[in-house]
């Protein structure tokens, strides 16, 4: 019995047309997981036979094909219509939730008071939870060094993305919004959140909070993060 190989999906080199994940008499390469993994792909399908999953599910897919413009025109040409938090907002509705619960760091303060003005216009009962809640200090709590801080010489708090979601748990959210946590932060949340989460934006300190910026200068301005160690 031959090894399994790790997934390399990112590095597939055969057109979306020709793909076996698009289609039955598609083709994939050695590393493909449609092709490799197909006992996952079974204990998955049994997942989405549970109620609840399968029907979140559905309406995720409702939600996706509901972005793009005029699909019943032949040949469909891509036509794409809504920003993500009008997604957002649209999936709420869809999956019934009554409450919203919005993460966010304190760099963003001022987008989360926008967020969460738009959440409540479009109906919802938002609770909003900043990163900081609790004052917990990084040297005390955490064993961050005085040098590892931002602010050196002070007395700094602590990102809290686990009360964040105990919080959010507490007063029982019923679909989480994250803005801008750090990364790592995000993760945490993202563990110890009950309910389902999804990201309105990520942080990016450095492109305005657009990451693929990197990623598109990549062969020039960024070309330094292709060098091992950057």
Same mark, same amino acid.
């Given at each position: 019995?031959?090894?399994?190989?790790?997934?390399?999906?990112?590095?597939?080199?055969?057109?979306?047309?020709?793909?076996?994940?698009?289609?039955?008499?598609?083709?994939?390469?050695?590393?493909?997981?449609?092709? #490799?993994?197909?006992?996952?792909?079974?204990?998955?399908?049994?997942?989405?036979?549970?109620?609840?999953?399968?029907?979140?599910?559905?309406?995720?897919?409702?939600?996706? #094909?509901?972005?793009?413009?005029?699909?019943?025109?032949?040949?469909?040409?891509?036509?794409?219509?809504?920003?993500?938090?009008?997604?957002?907002?649209?999936?709420?509705?869809?999956?019934?939730?009554?409450?919203?619960?919005?993460?966010?760091?304190?760099?963003?303060?001022?987008?989360?008071?926008?967020?969460?003005?738009?959440?409540?216009?479009?109906?919802?009962?938002?609770?909003?939870?900043?990163?900081?809640?609790?004052?917990?200090?990084?040297?005390?709590?955490?064993?961050?060094?005085? #040098?590892?801080?931002?602010?050196?010489?002070?007395?700094?708090?602590?990102?809290?993305?686990?009360?964040?979601?105990? @919080?959010?748990?507490?007063?029982?959210?019923?679909?989480?919004?994250?803005? #801008?946590?750090?990364?790592?932060?995000?993760?945490?949340?993202?563990?110890?959140?009950?309910?389902?989460?999804? @990201?309105?934006?990520?942080?990016?300190?450095?492109?305005?909070?657009?990451?693929?910026?990197?990623?598109?200068?990549?062969?020039?301005?960024?070309?330094?993060?292709?060098?091992?160690?950057?």
């Amino acid at each position: 019995m031959t090894e399994k190989k790790d997934p390399q999906c990112a590095m597939c080199g055969i057109n979306v047309m020709e793909k076996i994940c698009f289609f039955e008499s598609g083709r994939g390469p050695a590393s493909c997981p449609t092709l #490799g993994f197909e006992d996952l792909i079974q204990e998955a399908r049994k997942e989405y036979e549970k109620p609840e999953v399968r029907e979140f599910a559905r309406l995720a897919s409702v939600q996706e #094909g509901e972005c793009y413009l005029d699909r019943d025109r032949q040949p469909f040409v891509i036509h794409c219509s809504k920003t993500r938090i009008q997604e957002i907002c649209e999936f709420g509705h869809k999956i019934g939730a009554k409450k919203l619960g919005l993460v966010f760091c304190v760099g963003l303060a001022q987008e989360a008071r926008i967020a969460h003005e738009i959440f409540a216009a479009q109906g919802f009962e938002v609770a909003s939870v900043l990163c900081k809640v609790g004052r917990v200090p990084k040297e005390d709590a955490l064993g961050v060094k005085d #040098g590892e801080k931002i602010f050196i010489g002070t007395d700094e708090s602590a990102c809290n993305p686990i009360v964040q979601a105990k @919080v959010l748990n507490r007063v029982k959210t019923e679909l989480n919004v994250l803005l #801008g946590l750090c990364v790592g932060h995000d993760s945490l949340f993202f563990k110890y959140a009950d309910a389902y989460t999804t @990201v309105l934006a990520v942080k990016d300190r450095v492109t305005g909070h657009n990451p693929l910026a990197a990623l598109y200068t990549s062969h020039m301005y960024h070309m330094y993060l292709k060098q091992p160690g950057f």
